[in-house]
C-alpha cells in the first residue's frame, strides 16, 4: 500500500490543472444539483451515470453533474487538491486498492446507507467494513485474450514473460489507471520480494502502457496487441453485442485480484443530504439494474440478475 500511496501522490502534480476556478452557487441552487467526481465509462455516453442521473433526478429533483476525471486515481487527488475547499460532493469510482489511501487523506464522510443489506458483506469489508465507501459493483481483474491472434493462450503471470509474447500485452500506467494499479497490486501478491526481477523479465513483453482503461481495451479491440488487462466481465460485452467469442478472460493458475469500486461522500459537501440520497439510489434495484450491460461489472446488490451475456464467464480463484 506504500507503492499505492506515492503513486498517488505523484498524480497530483498531474491532476493539478482540475483544480481551476468554480463559479459559486447559491445554497438553495446547491440544494438542488450534486456535483459527482468520476470516470469516463461511468459518466460517459455509454456508461451507466446518464441513465442513473435521469433516473435520480425523476425521483428526487436534484440534477446530478458529473465531472469527468480520468480513473479512479484521478479522482481521489483531484479531491485532495480540494480538499480545504471541496466542490464535489460526491465521488464515484474509488476502489479498494486506494481505499486506505482515501482514509488517510480524511476526505470521505462514513455514511452506511438505509438499504446497505442488499451489499454482500465480503464486497463491505473489501472496502474496509466501515462505510467511508459504499460498494457499487465489482469483478476480478483478468488478461483478455484474442483467441484469433494465431499466438498460444498464457497461463500464468510467470507465461506472461515468454519470449513468444514479445510486444504482445497492453497493460495501464498504475499511476493514473485503476486496471494498471490492480494488475501492479496482482503481480505484488504473488511475487512479492521478487516484484523487480518479474516486471524486468516481463518488460519485452508489453506493447505499451496505456494511461487509462478506455484507451488500452480500445486498443485490445483495434488489434494492436493480442493481449490486455481488464476485467472477467470484459468478454460480456463482446458477447451481448454478437461480436463473436474471440476475447475471452483467461483464467490463470496463480489465482486473481478482486476489484471492488465504491462511492463516498466528500467531507465538507456542500449538498451532504443530496448525496446521502445518491449513495441510497446508486446501491438500489433501480440503479444497479443498470450496471451489468453498462458498466460491464457485476452489480453490488445481491438481487440483480444477471444477463445471458454473463453465463459464460470464468469463476477464478480470488486471491487475498
Known sequence: MKKISSLVILTVLVCAFFAGCKK???????????????????????????????????????????????????ILSKALIEKNKP??????????????????????????????????TSLVDALGGDWVLTPYDYSPFAIIYNTQSGISAPSSLEDLTKPEYSKKLILMDPRTSTPGNGFDVWVRTVYGDSYDDYMSRLAPSILTMAPGWSVGYGMFTDGEAPLVISYVTSPAYHIEYDEGDNF????????????????????GARNAEGAKKFIEFLV??????????????????KS????????SLISPKILN
Open 24 to 74: 459559486s452557487k447559491s445554497d438553495d441552487a446547491r440544494a438542488s444539483e450534486l456535483i459527482v467526481y468520476t470516470y469516463d465509462s461511468f459518466c460517459g455516453e455509454w456508461g451507466p451515470g446518464p441513465l442513473i442521473a435521469g433516473k435520480f433526478e425523476e425521483k428526487t429533483g436534484i440534477k446530478i453533474t458529473y465531472e469527468d476525471c480520468g480513473d479512479g486515481v484521478h
Open 87 to 120: 466542490y464535489a460532493d460526491v465521488l464515484v469510482g474509488l476502489d479498494n486498492f486506494i481505499y486506505q489511501r482515501a482514509v488517510e487523506a480524511d476526505v470521505l464522510e462514513k455514511f452506511r446507507p438505509s438499504n446497505s443489506s442488499v451489499i454482500d
Open 248 to 267: 475471452v478472460a483467461l483464467e490463470f493458475t496463480d489465482g486473481h485480484i478482486m476489484q471492488v469500486e465504491g462511492a463516498g461522500i466528500v467531507k
Open 284 to 301: 438500489s434495484e433501480e440503479a444497479q439494474r443498470e450496471i451489468p450491460l453498462t458498466q460491464w461489472m457485476y452489480p453490488a446488490n
Open 304 to 311: 440483480i440478475p444477471l444477463p445471458e451475456s454473463y453465463s
